[in-house]
């Protein structure tokens, strides 16, 4: 499920609710109003799917996404971040200046 909201955001919402990596590590949603994203509407969505993920294999899983990028930096050092765990050596020919 793809969402009109920021990248990390998201992302750090479906590693719980597909139940991968450490999850509860960072914040979500604090630039955002509560009508928005930080209500219990979400949050009840956002456990329902991880309860009907749960039983499913990890390749049948539904995924959140998170469509923007207005925080742009942050967004760049977690794919950066990303890179470096899974691809080091690609991570390390990167230019450096980003």
Known sequence: MAIEADWPDVAELDRFARNRDVWGQHPSFVNFPRW???NAEFSAFVHDLRAWNLPRSAADRAELR???VYSLSRSM??????LDHMDPGEA???????
Not at 77 to 82: I, P, Q, R
Not at 92 to 98: D, I, K, S, W
């Open 36 to 38: 928005m994203w930080r």
């Open 77 to 82: 050092a977690e794919v950066l971040a990303y």
């Open 92 to 98: 390390a020919a990167r230019p450096q200046a980003v």
């Open 66 to 68: 998170g469509l923007d």
